[in-house]
């Protein structure tokens, strides 16, 4: 089943201790991008990435990093969260822009820092 | 960059009746305008997309229309029925931009039955 995975679903964490939410996508797409969601806000992209060792800033990038070894792993790495960063966070992926650019989300992760 | 403004932020439809939310972007070269469904608690899921090469897109009780020149696009919703409670977000881009695409803020659609 062709599908767009994260774990942890939930994540309560105290600031400063770093944290990794993982993505992962099964259908070989090129895009990967994390999105914050917070009320009123709508989808905010954190980073983007067009392929494997190809990354860039989103609009909200600040206290994120990310990486993509591989071309399915796309994992959002906080090292050290702060309670701002309390969201409901999105993976997606996209195949590349030859195919159009329909987005598969993740189910989400609910992060509380505290 | 893009900006994608969305209204209204809240819509109360009684059910039968037909909702319409409508976006506007700045970016002259964003080409692709989809809509995402979230359910409560889900994640998003696209519903229906256009590309600037068409005015309008139709799929059974979901429509799209994209105005270029003015840059707006909007959902049409006929015949709303509860389930069709949910936010809706629009989103822009360009299909051949690495950065692909900018979300409205979102309308949550509330059917009454």
């Known amino acids: 089943e062709a599908q767009v995975t994260q774990n942890p679903r939930y994540l309560i964490t105290v600031t400063g201790k770093k944290l990794t939410v993982t993505c992962s996508q099964n259908m070989n797409h090129e895009y990967m991008s994390w999105y914050r969601q917070d009320p009123g806000l709508g989808l905010r992209q954190i980073y983007y990435?067009?392929?494997?060792?190809?990354?860039d800033k989103g609009d909200v990038p600040e206290g994120y990093k990310v990486s993509r070894k591989e071309k399915r792993n796309f994992p959002l790495i906080l090292e050290s969260p702060s309670p701002n960063q309390t969201s409901l966070y999105f993976c997606?992926?996209?195949?590349?822009?030859?195919?159009?650019?329909?987005?598969?989300f993740g189910p989400g992760t609910r992060l509380t820092v505290l | 960059g893009e900006n994608v403004e969305q209204h209204p932020s809240t819509l109360s439809v009684q059910e039968g009746d037909s909702a319409v939310i409508k976006c506007t972007y700045s970016?002259?070269?964003?080409?692709?305008f989809p809509w995402y469904k979230q359910e409560l608690g889900k994640r998003p899921q696209l519903i229906i997309d256009?590309?600037?090469?068409?005015g309008e897109k139709k799929d059974q009780r979901i429509a799209v229309t994209l105005n270029k020149t003015a840059k707006h696009f909007s959902l049409h919703i006929t015949e709303t029925q509860p389930e069709d409670s949910a936010v809706y977000f629009c989103?822009?881009?360009?299909?051949?931009?690495?950065?692909?695409?900018?979300f409205g803020s979102g309308t949550q659609l509330t059917v009454l039955p």
């Open positions: 256009i590309r600037s090469n068409v």
């Open positions: 990435s067009m392929n494997v060792e190809v990354t």
């Open positions: 989103a822009g881009g360009d299909s051949g931009s690495a950065r692909q695409l900018t």
């Open positions: 970016d002259s070269a964003s080409n692709y």
């Open positions: 997606a992926s996209s195949q590349n822009r030859d195919y159009g650019d329909t987005q598969y």
